[in-house]
């Protein structure tokens, strides 16, 4: 479990204060707008109404002892990358803020950010990757060359071993698990079986990927 400093509940900032407490992480959600505020009262551990560009006022909430601070401020740049810069002032342990535009995240990251987030463009990556692809249904990007995508079977590999089909060799892509009635199996073999009722989790590079799926 761990202790996040949440700063920013919009949209996007709401989004991750439900999932951090889903994950069973101590929250503490702050925004200057009261309204925000109260409507995540149920997901967060606590909760302050204030402005996260004033120093006394972050200092006061003893940044240094959270694990994690999220910086969520999404349309005002300047009050995101003055707490950013102040969060690190005060000794923040790790800082993670979002960005609207490169130019955004270089600032920020010039000015106190140890990583930063760039939700825009991380989900027009993966829009444009999973909505042309016939059988990739999901990916989760490993560095800038290399993830892990779950793949449909296609027709013709069903009622083959892994061993069979030698993707690592052909292709130099990996089978490291296969799922199915939504559950999750890492331990598989070259003697794991396909079905059509499965997918699969594949490591490799995306051109490897499209060579392979798409002949």
């Known amino acids: 479990m761990k202790s996040v400093l949440l700063i920013g509940l919009g949209r996007f900032g709401k989004h991750i204060a439900i999932d951090l407490h ?5 929250v503490m959600g702050v925004d200057k707008n009261e309204e925000r505020v109260n409507e995540m009262l149920p997901f967060v551990t606590n909760a302050q109404i204030g402005d996260s560009t004033n120093s006394a006022f972050l200092e006061s909430m003893g940044v240094r002892n959270f694990d994690v601070c999220f910086v969520a401020i999404g349309k005002d740049f300047q009050s995101s990358l003055e707490t950013t810069a ?17 130019i955004h995240s270089k600032f920020l990251l010039r ?6 987030i760039y939700p825009e463009k991380q989900v027009a990556k993966w829009a444009s990757i999973r909505y042309t692809s016939d059988h990739i249904l999901d990916y989760i990007e490993l560095d800038a060359t290399h993830s892990i995508y779950e793949i449909t079977v296609p027709k013709q590999w069903v009622g083959l071993s892994i061993g069979n089909l030698d993707i690592r060799k052909r292709y130099h892509i990996n089978i490291i698990g296969v799922k199915q009635n939504g559950r999750m199996d890492l331990s598989i073999s070259s003697e794991t079986v396909l079905t059509g009722s499965m997918t699969m989790l594949v490591l490799g590079e995306y051109k490897a990927l499209q060579k392979c799926f798409n002949r």
């Open 86 to 102: 102040t969060l690190k002032e005060l000794g923040a342990k790790l800082v993670v803020s979002r960005a609207a535009s490169t």
């Open 111 to 116: 000015n106190g950010a140890d990583e930063v």
């Open 22 to 26: 889903r994950l069973g992480h101590q």
